[in-house]
């Protein structure tokens, strides 16, 4: 039986966390130059999510994992809250190669996990390590129900909204350097039997930088069960002005799992973020939803205020949160992409 004949489901991101998990960063290759600049943000990132709830980082050896605890002490983090595992990787986007949690509608004791495989985006990087972090993290967790598709997916990739609904793109999902042995139906079944949702939104193109061929957590997320948030370029003469125009004509199409159509609330794009004359796909969007917070990244402009105000008028229940990330979006993502959330039972 699938997981969604089974009752199982992934709920939205803003349902109450168990924890998050998180990969620490430490590959230089990602940040060519620059990742001790990173480190800083990063660890205000864990630091915030401490205060709320629990946070698994994930690190390569004893020798990382007493280096970053002592690094999170340094900044009187809530260690009480920090659960370190000897689970090595090849890179820091947990979001895509850690294990997407799974509720169940029969059984609110259940938890399942799903291990999709991860391929670097299309075989782009070296991936042999970070393939086998949802079975290693299923193994500080036995009892949980894992499920095992056998195709690309990544957690960056999709959004849902607990209620039927996942939002993602043409550009990634359906890129042959994924899996070019499926077509668009039946990624749908794979997606409604692995997600346990029934409506699946298509967008297009993603943001101009963007490694990933188009994560949809770079472009547009659910923020309540009928509200969809999305990232507009407002100067036409900007490259991710048409593709952004053309995914909200999308969304204003779009019908949910229920038959109504979302409201959509427009979310604007930081100035434009080069750094070794390329540019980075810094976008708003990339934002996590924590228990009783919301961290968004800021790109040190104007825009990070008009961002917040946003934010905090779409989560009135959380304090919204940013933090820089301009440094940290040379790796090409940020704190969405950094982190994996595991619901509470």
């Not at 391929?119 to 949802?134: I, R």
């Amino acid at each position: 039986m699938t997981p969604k004949e089974q009752g199982f489901y992934m709920p939205a991101e803003w349902v109450r966390h168990q924890a998050t998990w998180l990969t620490y960063p430490k590959n230089p290759d990602s940040w060519p130059g620059k990742i001790e600049t990173i480190y800083p943000s990063y660890h205000l990132f864990v630091k915030t999510l401490a205060e709320c709830e629990r946070v698994h980082i994930n690190v390569d050896d004893e020798q990382m994992l007493h280096h970053v605890r002592a690094e999170l002490e340094k900044i009187d983090t809530n260690m009480q809250n920090i659960s370190l595992h000897i689970i090595p990787s090849n890179d820091a986007w947990c979001r895509d190669h850690g294990p997407a949690f799974l509720l169940n509608h029969n059984d609110p004791a259940k938890l399942g996990m799903v291990n999709w495989n991860h391929n670097a985006w299309g075989g782009k990087y070296p991936y042999e390590l970070d393939t086998e972090v949802p079975v290693r993290i299923h193994e500080t967790m036995p009892d949980v129900q894992m499920f095992t598709p056998d195709i690309v997916m990544e957690g960056g990739s999709i959004d849902v909204n607990g209620c039927g609904d996942l939002l993602t793109t043409t550009s990634c999902l359906l890129n042959p350097n994924r899996n070019p042995h499926l077509n668009q139906d039946q990624i749908e079944g794979y997606l409604r039997d692995y997600y346990g949702v029934e409506n699946i939104i298509w967008l297009g193109d993603g943001i101009v930088g963007d490694d990933t061929d188009g994560h949809v957590d770079d472009l547009s997320r659910f923020i309540s069960p009928d509200t969809i948030i999305t990232a507009v370029e407002e100067d036409s003469w900007d490259e991710n002005y048409e593709p952004l125009q053309k995914n909200l004509r999308m969304l204003q199409r779009c019908r949910l799992a229920n038959g109504k159509q979302p409201t959509i609330v427009e979310l604007p794009m930081p100035d434009v973020v080069f750094y070794d004359n390329q540019r980075l796909p810094a976008s708003y969007a990339n934002f996590y939803i924590a228990n009783g917070k919301v961290i968004f990244p800021t790109y040190r402009c104007l825009a990070d205020n008009e961002a917040a105000y946003i934010l905090e008028a779409c989560f009135p229940d959380r304090e919204v949160i940013g933090i820089d990330s301009t440094d940290i979006i040379w790796g090409l993502g940020s704190f969405h992409c950094l982190s994996q959330q595991q619901p509470a039972l």
